[in-house]
């Protein structure tokens, strides 16, 4: 909570709050809606929330999640994203295309 005050989250839209609850019970949730939508927030807070309650485990993975993107600005935004939540948490990584093809 106080990392998305921090952020200037004061409240959540009426997408977060429709998507937010069962993600954050582990039910899948499908969201579709506009750019700025907010729609990163529905699936990095259940992220978020998991990794913290694993945090005790005694021997943790060292790869606790992987979020794919479709283009390199939506992967920068989510790494920003996850890092103002949780500082440190993520890092971002992009392939060329050219490099992918045979």
Do not use: M, Y
């Not at 005790?56 to 790494?79: D, G, I, W, Y």
Request: with cysteine; aromatic share 0%; hydrophobic share 45%.
């Amino acid at each position: 909570v106080q990392a998305l005050r921090a952020s200037g989250i004061e409240s959540l839209n009426e997408l977060q709050t429709a998507a937010l609850p069962p993600a954050l019970q582990g039910v899948n949730v499908l969201v579709h809606a506009e750019t700025g939508s907010g729609k990163t927030l529905c699936f990095a807070l259940p992220l978020l929330a998991k990794l913290a309650a694993a945090e005790h485990e005694t021997r943790p993975p060292p790869l606790r999640a992987l979020v794919v993107s479709p283009t390199v600005e939506l992967c920068a935004q989510t790494a920003r994203v996850l890092n103002t939540l949780r500082p440190g948490c993520a890092s971002a990584a992009t392939a060329d295309p050219e490099e992918l093809k045979d």
